[in-house]
């Protein structure tokens, strides 16, 4: 069992990360030892915060936030992002996989990042948080899983047009996708046998053909393929049939072809639980399931609770790995 604990990303100094650190402190003392890597200037006024010189000094202080700081430049403005802080939010995302690939920490629980001031403050290239990471990593084979009490899902394609969906959805893809999910489960969920249910493309999984053809070409002998080798893999199913009670009980993770074919089931059943965990990297990796949301930073009005549940996650699958 790990003791190292989490370490929480500031994200955007401008969005509602600071105040959700400060609030997932409060609520998380005692049960989840993380502390917060990022400018404690950006922390809402009034916050118990300590400064900490390292991870392994977590555990002597429990009655205010840990802070490993990291100075942002400019000024506190919620609502309002500065692209000078850029390269600030950047560095103590490097800084965060370097405590985890070292081992000083158990895992990274990730808070908002806006791409646009990243780009314009850093340059950064990335289309996100996740590619960022697995660039860090040294890999390229990265899976996000939403997860949730009732569901686990993987977007197999993730923030592209629906329109492209059909051309990127190759068998090798799919494939990956699928290993990557299944593994995963094995080795940080302790599931011995994974039961994965794979989503069709199409309506009705495309009713023999009559409706596209994408089953029968793409989806059916990656299936077929990884059913041979033992993996227990149902599909492809119908959309609109898998995500009733009934039918979730009978499997522990959902492979789905596009974004919101995954997203909506998740979010419908419960909105804001769910977290984002990243596969297929060498370290542990969690973020809630929300953006910055410049409109209410400042206001007190963010909800922790995906915070909350993601610090929980990352804390369960970093205690539970070898």
């Not at 009978?250 to 965990?277: E, S, W």
């Amino acid at each position: 069992m790990s003791a190292a604990p989490i370490a929480l990303t500031i994200g955007e100094p401008a969005g509602i990360g600071p105040e959700l650190a400060a609030i997932a402190w409060d609520a998380l003392r005692g049960e989840v030892p993380f502390f917060l890597i990022g400018d404690p200037a950006h922390l809402p006024d009034g916050t118990d915060w300590v400064e900490i010189a390292a991870p392994d000094e977590v555990s002597v202080h429990g009655t205010a936030l840990p802070v490993l700081p990291h100075r942002f430049d400019g000024p506190r403005t919620p609502g309002q992002p500065h692209p000078a802080q850029a390269k600030g939010v950047v560095a103590v995302i490097e800084r965060a996989v370097a405590l985890a690939s070292s081992g000083k920490v158990g895992g990274i629980c990730t808070l908002p990042i806006h791409k646009q001031a990243l780009q314009e403050g850093a340059g950064f290239g990335f289309p996100g948080h996740t590619e960022f990471l697995a660039h860090l990593c040294d890999t390229s084979d990265v899976v996000m899983m939403l997860a949730g009490p009732q569901l686990r899902v993987v977007p197999v394609t993730i923030h592209i047009p629906l329109s492209e969906v059909k051309l990127a959805l190759t068998p090798e893809l799919l494939e990956t996708r699928i290993r990557i999910t299944h593994d995963a489960l094995v080795s940080q969920f302790g599931i011995t046998q994974p039961r994965l249910a794979v989503a069709g493309l199409n309506p009705h999984a495309g009713e023999g053909g009559r409706m596209g053809r994408e089953e029968i070409d793409v989806i059916t002998p990656v299936l077929k393929r990884l059913q041979a080798e033992g993996m227990t893999i149902a599909g492809p199913l119908s959309a609109d049939t898998m995500f009733h009670a009934a039918a979730r009980a009978g499997y522990d993770a959902a492979i789905c072809m596009y974004h919101d074919q995954a997203l909506i089931p998740i979010k419908t059943l419960d909105f804001d639980r769910g977290v984002n965990v990243t596969l297929g990297l060498p370290i542990i990796r969690t973020s809630p399931d929300h953006g910055t949301a410049f409109d209410i930073a400042g206001t007190g009005r963010a909800n922790p609770t995906s915070t909350i549940e993601a610090l929980r996650m990352a804390w369960r699958l970093a205690t539970a790995s070898p």
